[in-house]
C-alpha cells in the first residue's frame, strides 16, 4: 500500500534552515508529481507547489518562492522541502501530497516546524 | 486562479443525521478536478472523494460527491461519532495550481 513517511518534527530559530524528508512507498513515484502544503496552527491547508518526480522541475505557488525549495533523491523515492532564512511564521505543519487519484492526493503524517528565538 | 469558498463554515448535527456541505467555485470546474477531504485533529488530511464523485478506498458508500459548474456538495448520510471532522474541498486546476477551500467544521450538536 501507499506510504508516505516523513521527518520528525523540528524547532529553530529564525533565519536557520530546515529540510523535511518525505519518503514514498508502494506505487511509482517517477509517475506522480510530490506536492508540498502547509497548515499553520489552527488554519486550513495552503498548497506550497510541486514537483515532477520525472524531471525534478518544480513550481512553487505565489509567496513560496525564494526561500522554498523542492528537491528529490529518486533513488531513494525520497522528496526533500527546505525552507531556508526561517521566519516565525513559517511555524506550521508541512505535508508532502503526491496526487495519485486524478484530483485526489495521498498524504504523509506531516512535519511540524516551530520556528522560535 | 479558482477560490473556493464553502459553507456552512460550522455545521452542528447529532449521530444519525445527513450532512450536505457545500463548496462553491469562483468559476466553472470539471467535476473531474475535484476532491474532498476529511482532516481530524492532529491527523493528515485523508481523501475522501477524487474526481468529483468517486470514492477513495474504504471509503463508505453513505459518504457521496456532487455537483457540477460552480457549485459542489459532499454528502455524510447517518452521521457517525467518526465523522465529525473537518471538511476540505480542493480543485485541481491548470497550470498546476491546487486550491483548496476554507474548510467547513461538523460538529456533535
Known amino acids: 500500500q501507499v506510504q508516505l513517511v516523513q521527518s520528525g518534527s523540528e524547532m529553530k530559530e529564525p533565519?536557520?534552515?530546515?529540510?523535511?524528508?518525505?519518503?514514498?512507498s508502494g506505487y511509482s513515484f517517477r509517475n506522480y508529481p510530490m506536492n508540498w502544503v502547509r497548515q499553520a496552527r489552527g488554519q486550513g491547508l495552503e498548497w506550497m507547489g510541486r514537483i515532477k518526480t520525472n524531471t525534478g522541475d518544480a513550481t512553487y505557488a505565489p509567496g513560496f518562492e525564494g526561500r522554498f525549495?523542492?528537491?528529490l533523491d529518486t533513488?531513494?523515492?525520497t522528496a526533500y522541502l527546505e525552507i531556508r532564512g526561517?521566519?516565525?511564521e513559517d511555524t506550521a505543519v508541512y505535508f508532502c501530497a503526491p496526487r495519485l487519484h486524478g484530483s485526489g492526493m495521498d498524504w504523509g503524517q506531516g512535519t511540524l516546524v516551530t520556528v522560535s528565538s | 486562479e479558482i477560490v473556493l469558498t464553502q459553507s456552512p463554515d460550522t455545521l452542528s448535527l447529532s449521530p444519525g443525521d445527513s450532512a450536505t456541505l457545500s463548496c462553491r467555485a469562483s468559476q466553472s470546474v470539471g467535476f473531474t478536478y475535484l476532491a474532498w477531504y476529511q482532516q481530524k485533529r492532529g491527523q493528515a488530511p485523508r481523501l475522501l472523494i477524487y474526481g468529483g464523485v468517486s470514492r477513495a478506498a474504504g471509503i463508505p458508500d453513505r459518504v457521496r460527491g456532487g455537483g457540477s459548474g460552480t457549485d459542489f456538495t459532499?454528502?455524510?448520510?447517518?452521521l457517525e461519532p467518526e465523522?465529525?471532522?473537518v471538511y476540505y474541498c480542493?480543485?485541481?486546476?491548470?497550470?498546476?495550481?491546487?486550491?483548496?477551500g476554507q474548510g467547513t467544521r461538523l460538529e456533535i450538536k
Do not use: E, M, N
Request: glycine fraction near 6%; hydrophobic fraction near 40%; charge should be positive.
Open chain 1, 15 to 24: 533565519g536557520a534552515s530546515v529540510k523535511i524528508s518525505c519518503k514514498a
Open chain 1, 69 to 71: 525549495v523542492f528537491s
Open chain 1, 75 to 77: 533513488s531513494v523515492t
Open chain 1, 86 to 88: 526561517l521566519k516565525t
Open chain 2, 74 to 78: 459532499l454528502t455524510i448520510d447517518r
Open chain 2, 83 to 85: 465523522d465529525f471532522a
Open chain 2, 90 to 100: 480542493q480543485v485541481y486546476g491548470t497550470s498546476p495550481s491546487i486550491t483548496f
